[in-house]
């Protein structure tokens, strides 16, 4: 009877341990990167961006989320979710501009780096130098 209850007690914790080295092993790495950015309704700029290479990044879609606490007010601040996911092993920038819709002309600009493991997994590259 005890070996029987040590048998399955030691297949247990092997179940157990390699569910947490997998889960383990997974945390942190994820296939998509949400890179978000904020504009006032009514103002004559959007967001734009430029993947620099489609072949390691591509883009998925855009979420845009209303502040709770203006609700959808006339020129209330919205936030906008670019979602991106990882194609290929590499290295690769997107630029997001801030551009005027009426003249093309740039209020800002910012460039990320973004790096794709070989499992296809995305994350942005922080440089300690800006």
Do not use: C
Not at 29 to 50: C, I, R
Not at 57 to 83: D, H, K, L, M, W
Not at 96 to 101: A, D, G, L, R
Not at 108 to 120: A, F
Request: avoid cysteine; charged fraction near 20%; hydrophobic fraction near 40%.
């Amino acid at each position: 009877m005890k070996r029987s209850i040590t048998i399955i007690s030691l297949i247990i914790f092997g179940v157990v341990l390699v569910v947490s080295v997998y889960l383990l092993g997974n945390s942190g790495h994820s296939n998509t990167l949400s890179l978000s950015y904020q504009t006032s309704g009514g103002v004559p700029y959007k967001w734009e961006f430029e993947i620099a290479n489609e072949e390691i990044v591509q883009f998925v879609r855009s979420e845009e989320i209303e502040n709770q606490n203006t609700g959808s007010i006339v020129g209330a601040p919205i936030t906008t979710n670019y979602i991106f996911k990882g194609v290929k092993s590499g290295i690769t920038t997107i630029t997001f501009k801030y551009v005027s819709v009426t003249d093309n002309s740039v209020l800002k600009e910012e460039k990320h780096t973004i790096k794709v493991g070989k499992d296809k997994s995305i994350s942005l590259v922080v440089n300690l130098a800006d």
